[in-house]
């Protein structure tokens, strides 16, 4: 695939240096970007109007954070000009697999991101004075519940209530664990640094989870899997994106993202350039394309998640913008726990948590 | 001059076999084997050793896991065969013309959709809100809602299911072959349905049924899309454990260390299994 259409450029290189000495001087090279993200950032409108205004032909490779980063160390940072891994995903592997090269910020229309966004963002993707990573859409995970069940699971841990027993779904993975910590009254966050502290509150967490696990009807493992349990109502709490919620929301009012008690979890999805893009021209002109407040209300709009960018919640669908005013007030808003970026070492703890939990009976 | 001709046109012929096993078999395993004893000392520095395996055997839960898919596979072999069996001797030996093609036909058009959607359809049937639990709902048989879908049945039955084809083919090939006056004489000489099915069929069968036997274990062995779509909260199969630590964990070494045992380890089963049944691979496979 990767080798066909390379070979094509080439051709249409060929044939339009032909036409151009031919004298039709308005014959471009069919440019490529070959872009990894995440299914809803790149809606085919959107990847339309940029081929129309740009001429670059646009390559989109459907992927998540685990993915990306595999594909991207497999090759040392090439086969693609343009990833989006979270922002918190991207030191740890900066520097242990070196895949990403640093953002330009001169070559980024920073006037239309939101300044805190952009200030957040470089923060957490610093690496030896050097940026990885500018905001695009961020988002949350919380608790999608039903109205039968909202008043009894308010927080992460009142997934365990019995109440709720054999109605519950949340994934076996990162993000269950920080979540769950929190709602126990701890901060995995300001543990991040000193391994002996976050080993305790994992230990702790690990016999909540195991504790917890015969209240799961089954740990999730895709989005679509996630909605299917929960729109025919096998499923009444679980933990989840807030995207999946509102979109759930908008089939059925009794379904309802809400922002735990002790907060949403935060994370923003970054452009990141990986070390071996072989356009990254067209990678800019992309990032500063989306990022116009009506291209960006059409991925909101696509994909469920605001973006980055200022003055785009304008152009949003009226009823997203009603389910996400439902779901966070503004002290909920203040309470969104963002993820700091991973150390090193962190997830190799966790994932031995995990499989003991998934291996527990 | 003409062996010469000929040694060439084997060489020709045998170059893209070549390739495809050096360069897409061979190469990737011996890499694999590679990483695998590579140990990560701190983010950026590698060192040699068996770290990867120790953790094998010292974390209860990668050899549990191991022990819980071959045992799981085994009963799934076992299943396939007592289900494909008769199957197989009614297309090979009772069912007549067009009846023989439609019914073989039945067996593989299944296989025309691939895993994914063919898990999908398993999961359809026996989720909560799927299909049997709403019939057993309209017949009165039940109260409620029943849940069949996340346990080990559900998983059983799915990897029952995929590897149904692979144990008839074999079976249905060689029982078609077997001199029906073979049978006739076993009856003949006093021999009763036991005796004839013990003594003359499953003997005459046998190569065929190793050889679906190790088809269908090493497909299960190594499924990923079942168990993991239908297991449920305590299900764990070796392959997940491998894709885990190669994806989520970025622990190549780890993954290409379980990677390495999968394959020594089946490979030893099967040759257990040869040598139970009497069975020598060139027999089984010629």
Same mark, same amino acid.
């Given at each position: 695939?990767?080798?066909?259409?390379?070979?094509?450029?080439?051709?249409?290189?060929?044939?339009?240096?032909?036409?151009?000495?031919?004298?039709?001087?308005?014959?471009?090279?069919?440019?490529?970007?070959?872009?990894?993200?995440?299914?809803?950032?790149?809606?085919?409108?959107?990847?339309?109007?940029?081929?129309?205004?740009?001429?670059?032909?646009?390559?989109?490779?459907?992927?998540?954070?685990?993915?990306?980063?595999?594909?991207?160390?497999?090759?040392?940072?090439a086969?693609?000009?343009l990833?989006?891994?979270?922002?918190?995903?991207?030191?740890?592997?900066?520097?242990?697999?070196?895949?990403?090269?640093?953002?330009?910020?001169?070559?980024?229309?920073?006037?239309?991101?939101?300044?805190?966004?952009?200030?957040?963002?470089?923060?957490?993707?610093?690496?030896?004075?050097?940026?990885?990573?500018v905001?695009?859409?961020?988002?949350?995970?919380?608790?999608?519940?039903?109205?039968?069940?909202?008043?009894?699971?308010?927080?992460?841990?009142?997934?365990?209530?019995?109440?709720?027993?054999?109605?519950?779904?949340?994934?076996?993975?990162?993000?269950?664990?920080?979540?769950?910590?929190?709602?126990?009254?701890?901060?995995?966050?300001?543990?991040?640094?000193?391994?002996e502290?976050?080993?305790?509150?994992?230990?702790?967490v690990?016999?909540?989870?195991?504790?917890?696990?015969?209240?799961?009807?089954?740990?999730?493992?895709?989005?679509?899997?996630?909605l299917?349990?929960?729109?025919?109502?096998?499923?009444?709490?679980?933990?989840?994106?807030?995207?999946?919620?509102w979109?759930?929301?908008?089939?059925?009012?009794?379904?309802?993202?809400?922002?735990?008690?002790?907060?949403?979890?935060?994370?923003?999805?970054?452009f990141?350039?990986?070390?071996?893009?072989?356009?990254?021209?067209?990678?800019?002109?992309?990032?500063?394309?989306?990022?116009?407040?009506?291209?960006?209300?059409?991925?909101?709009?696509?994909?469920?998640?605001?973006?980055a960018?200022?003055?785009?919640?304008?152009?949003?669908?009226?009823?997203?913008?009603?389910?996400?005013r439902?779901?966070?007030?503004?002290?909920?808003?203040?309470?969104?726990?963002?993820?700091?970026?991973?150390?090193?070492?962190?997830?190799?703890?966790?994932?031995?948590?995990?499989?003991?939990?998934?291996?527990?009976? | 001059?003409?062996?010469?001709?000929?040694?060439?046109?084997?060489?020709?012929?045998?170059?893209?076999?070549?390739?495809?096993?050096?360069?897409?078999?061979?190469?990737?395993?011996?890499?694999?084997?590679?990483?695998?004893?590579?140990?990560?000392?701190? &983010?950026? $520095?590698?060192?040699?050793?068996l770290?990867?395996?120790?953790?094998?055997? $010292?974390?209860s839960?990668?050899?549990? $896991?191991?022990?819980?898919?071959?045992?799981?596979s085994?009963?799934?072999?076992?299943?396939?065969?007592?289900i494909?069996?008769?199957i197989?001797?009614?297309?090979?030996?009772?069912?007549?013309?067009?009846?023989?093609?439609?019914?073989?036909?039945a067996?593989?058009?299944?296989?025309?959709?691939?895993?994914?959607?063919?898990?999908?359809? &398993?999961?359809?049937?026996?989720r909560?809100?799927?299909?049997?639990?709403?019939?057993?709902?309209?017949?009165?048989?039940?109260?409620?809602?029943?849940?069949?879908?996340?346990?080990?049945?559900?998983?059983i039955?799915?990897?029952?299911?995929?590897g149904?084809?692979?144990?008839?083919?074999?079976?249905? $090939?060689?029982?078609?072959?077997?001199?029906?006056?073979?049978?006739?004489?076993?009856?003949?000489?006093?021999?009763?349905?036991?005796?004839?099915?013990?003594?003359?069929?499953?003997p005459?069968?046998?190569?065929?049924?190793?050889?679906?036997?190790?088809?269908?274990?090493m497909?299960?062995?190594?499924?990923?899309?079942?168990?993991?779509?239908?297991?449920?909260?305590?299900?764990?199969?070796?392959?997940?454990?491998?894709?885990?630590?190669?994806?989520?964990?970025?622990? &190549?070494?780890?993954?290409?260390?379980?990677?390495?045992?999968?394959?020594?380890?089946s490979?030893?089963?099967?040759?257990?299994?040869?040598?139970?049944?009497?069975?020598?691979?060139?027999k089984?496979?010629?």
């Amino acid at each position: 695939m990767a080798r066909s259409s390379r070979s094509t450029r080439k051709h249409a290189v060929l044939l339009s240096a032909t036409l151009a000495t031919g004298g039709f001087a308005n014959a471009t090279a069919a440019e490529e970007l070959r872009l990894i993200t995440w299914g809803g950032y790149a809606p085919d409108d959107v990847v339309a109007q940029f081929e129309e205004e740009t001429g670059i032909d646009v390559q989109v490779t459907l992927s998540n954070n685990e993915d990306m980063i595999s594909k991207l160390r497999a090759t040392g940072g090439a086969g693609f000009d343009l990833a989006q891994p979270s922002q918190d995903r991207i030191v740890g592997v900066q520097r242990q697999f070196n895949i990403y090269k640093p953002i330009d910020f001169s070559r980024v229309d920073a006037d239309q991101l939101q300044p805190a966004m952009v200030k957040a963002t470089q923060d957490s993707t610093e690496l030896d004075g050097k940026y990885y990573g500018v905001p695009s859409v961020w988002g949350t995970s919380g608790l999608i519940v039903h109205n039968s069940v909202a008043d009894v699971v308010t927080d992460y841990t009142d997934l365990c209530d019995p109440a709720v027993a054999g109605e519950v779904s949340y994934r076996l993975k990162r993000p269950t664990l920080i979540g769950f910590a929190f709602a126990m009254g701890m901060d995995p966050f300001a543990a991040y640094d000193n391994r002996e502290e976050y080993e305790s509150i994992l230990a702790k967490v690990e016999d909540k989870l195991i504790d917890c696990k015969s209240n799961v009807k089954t740990y999730w493992t895709g989005g679509d899997q996630l909605l299917a349990l929960l729109r025919t109502g096998e499923v009444t709490a679980a933990m989840a994106w807030d995207a999946g919620g509102w979109k759930l929301n908008a089939e059925n009012p009794e379904i309802r993202f809400v922002a735990p008690d002790s907060g949403a979890l935060g994370w923003i999805d970054t452009f990141a350039i990986p070390r071996r893009s072989e356009n990254e021209e067209a990678a800019y002109k992309w990032i500063n394309f989306v990022m116009q407040p009506e291209i960006a209300a059409k991925i909101t709009n696509e994909s469920g998640n605001f973006t980055a960018s200022k003055g785009a919640d304008e152009y949003v669908k009226a009823e997203l913008r009603d389910a996400y005013r439902a779901s966070f007030d503004d002290s909920a808003i203040n309470n969104i726990k963002w993820y700091p970026p991973v150390p090193p070492g962190l997830e190799t703890m966790e994932g031995q948590v995990l499989d003991t939990v998934q291996a527990a009976n | 001059m003409r062996s010469s001709v000929s040694r060439l046109s084997l060489w020709l012929l045998l170059t893209p076999f070549l390739l495809w096993i050096v360069l897409l078999v061979l190469l990737p395993h011996l890499q694999m084997l590679r990483v695998s004893f590579q140990v990560r000392e701190s &983010w950026d $520095t590698l060192t040699w050793g068996l770290q990867q395996y120790q953790n094998f055997f $010292t974390e209860s839960y990668y050899w549990r $896991t191991f022990v819980r898919t071959g045992v799981m596979s085994l009963f799934t072999t076992f299943l396939t065969l007592i289900i494909a069996f008769p199957i197989a001797w009614y297309i090979a030996r009772l069912a007549r013309g067009r009846s023989k093609g439609i019914l073989f036909m039945a067996c593989l058009i299944p296989f025309w959709a691939s895993e994914l959607v063919r898990t999908y359809g &398993w999961m359809i049937l026996l989720r909560e809100s799927g299909l049997f639990s709403s019939w057993l709902q309209a017949l009165g048989w039940v109260d409620g809602p029943v849940e069949m879908l996340y346990n080990d049945v559900a998983v059983i039955i799915g990897l029952v299911y995929n590897g149904l084809l692979f144990m008839v083919v074999p079976l249905v $090939t060689t029982l078609d072959g077997m001199d029906e006056n073979l049978v006739e004489a076993g009856y003949d000489l006093g021999g009763g349905h036991g005796t004839v099915l013990r003594e003359i069929v499953v003997p005459w069968a046998m190569p065929s049924i190793v050889s679906g036997c190790i088809v269908v274990f090493m497909l299960t062995l190594g499924s990923y899309l079942t168990p993991v779509l239908m297991g449920g909260k305590d299900s764990a199969w070796f392959t997940e454990q491998i894709f885990t630590q190669f994806i989520t964990r970025f622990n &190549w070494e780890q993954g290409a260390a379980l990677g390495v045992l999968l394959l020594v380890l089946s490979s030893v089963i099967v040759w257990l299994g040869l040598k139970v049944s009497g069975q020598s691979l060139r027999k089984v496979m010629g």
